[in-house]
């Protein structure tokens, strides 16, 4: 039996794929009472994705994550950063460290401004062979429709990435390695803050000639970034390797389907955070992702315009056109 921990679009997509396989079955930790009725009964999440049916007889709904981690030795991760410290806390220690935990979460955790392998080893001591991570340019939305999809299995451990692969390749999911676990989450944390910027100028009017600009700027900066962080990996401009990487971030910024894009995309109508966080419903983890960054980018003094920008906008009140003041303020300096 597989473990999920989470409820939410992208959790109940990833059920989807695990029960492609015939035999396979889930063991889901699902928080909200009303979701675990629905399932039980109907066989759908009645809050997200409620056009994808699950068969209830293969999967054992729980209401407490110890009763997965108990039973489990793969657990998908599949909680937003902002509540994963609340949830593991559930979690006794001893048992999660004998566990594989596969991360398809995409942030840094907030009480740590920490990817979340990071965290994982250093406030549960997870050894580095047991984790992985799950990524690409994945919309939730077009798994459930069976749309043709690219995804990246992460780790160190060569057997557990197998182990990912056969749990989750099917028809319309292509799935391949890798070994750049850090790399890959740096990238897809730095994606939604930029996807946040893509939305604002979206909101404020701006086309697809500004858009360009703002990927092409956003690209240079994860660069930056990842060069810094991992000093040793050029692995971000290996072709075969773009699509976990400038991939996601494409997808992202232009998708309609992108909750970050959206997000932004209010803020830049004049929305303040506050009630686009409410009107959403979902979990937007480029608003938490760009404070966690502004530390992290402090402490490397790392120069980040765009993602230093959407931080001014989302936290210290700045107005959205300090975006493109941003990235003239670059250009000038490149030219």
Known sequence: MIGLLGSGSWATAIVKLLLEQPSARVCWYVREPEIRKSLAQHGHNNRYLGEVTIDPSRIEICSHPQQVVDQCETIYLVIPTAFLHSALQLVDPATLRQRNLVSAIKGFVPEADMIVTDYLQQFYQIPDDRLAIVSGPTHAEEVARERLT??????????????????????????????????????????????????????????????AVLVSYAIAE?????????????????????????GDLLVTCYSQLSRNRTFGAMIGRGY?????????????????????????????????????????VLYENARPDVILRAWQIRTSNNN
Do not use: W
């Not at 182990?163 to 990238?187: K, M, P, V």
């Not at 970034?225 to 990487?245: C, G, H, V």
């Not at 409410?278 to 992290?296: C, D, F, R, T, W």
């Open 150 to 211: 690219f995804i990246t299995a992460a780790s160190t451990n060569p057997r557990l990435s197998d182990e990912i692969i056969q749990q989750l390749h099917c028809r319309y999911i292509n799935i391949t390695s890798s070994t750049d676990i850090r790399g890959i989450q740096y990238a897809t944390a730095l994606k939604n803050i930029y996807a946040v910027a893509a939305g604002i100028c979206k909101g404020m009017g701006s086309g697809d000639n500004l858009m």
């Open 222 to 246: 994860m660069r930056s970034f990842l060069r810094t962080m991992q000093p040793d990996t050029n692995i971000i401009i290996s072709p075969e390797n773009l699509p976990p990487y400038v």
């Open 272 to 312: 303040t955070v506050k009630s686009a966080q409410l009107e959403m419903h979902m979990i937007a983890e480029g608003y938490y992702a760009a404070k966690s960054l502004e530390k992290v980018r402090k402490a490397k003094h790392i120069e980040m315009p765009i993602a230093q920008a959407v931080y001014m």
